[in-house]
């Protein structure tokens, strides 16, 4: 199932519903949300403020919690002839973070981060792209996409999906 992405923004009520169920998730675990994931909401605090066309946060809601928050924008690389959606900044929410998730439920979280940006990438105008580089937040994450990407690799819709540094890259048909 492709999970809801959408753009965080203060004016429209999104990034108040967001901070809402994050500052709950936090205080259910003795957290202070204005401390928590603080060199994140520091990268995003002005695209949440005022997003660009083609840069801004968004958030993956799994129809019970907001479960990711990212950095997406898109734009032109060396070495690439058309734009390249770039997903960095990856945060998964306090529940998943402070470990009262299973690991299922965190790869469940990362599957629909991913398909939700894939999902993204195709059909909004200003970020649509081809390319997509997605920086992955830790080691475990590599170790899951680098399990997934021979599968994904085999299917009709993606050219090539491989793994580089701490990034999975991924080039659609």
């Keep these: 199932?492709?999970?809801p992405i959408f753009r965080l923004q203060k004016g429209d009520g999104t990034w108040g519903a967001f901070e809402d169920d994050w500052r709950v998730q936090c205080e259910n675990h003795e957290e202070d949300f204005s401390e928590y994931a603080l060199g994140t909401f520091g990268?995003?605090?002005e695209l949440i403020s005022e997003p660009q066309p083609k840069s801004a946060a968004f958030a993956i809601h799994n129809g019970s919690m907001h479960s990711a928050i990212c950095q997406i924008n898109t734009t032109?690389?060396?070495g690439y002839q058309e734009p390249v959606m770039r997903v960095r900044h990856m945060a998964f929410c306090p529940e998943l973070d402070f470990g009262d998730g299973s690991i299922e439920d965190y790869s469940d979280a990362l599957v629909g981060a991913f398909t939700g940006i894939l999902a993204?990438?195709?059909v909004d105008d200003q970020l649509k792209a081809k390319h997509l580089k997605m920086h992955l937040k830790s080691p475990a994450d590599r170790q899951f996409f680098s399990a997934l990407s021979p599968m994904l690799g085999?299917?009709?819709r993606f050219t090539s999906?491989?793994?580089v540094g701490s990034w999975l890259y991924v080039d659609k048909s």
Aim: glycine share 0%; hydrophobic share 55%.
């Design 76 to 78: 032109m690389l060396p």
């Design 120 to 122: 993204l990438s195709e």
């Design 1 to 3: 199932m492709i999970e």
């Design 154 to 156: 085999k299917l009709e």
């Design 43 to 45: 990268v995003l605090e």
């Design 161 to 163: 999906v491989r793994l």
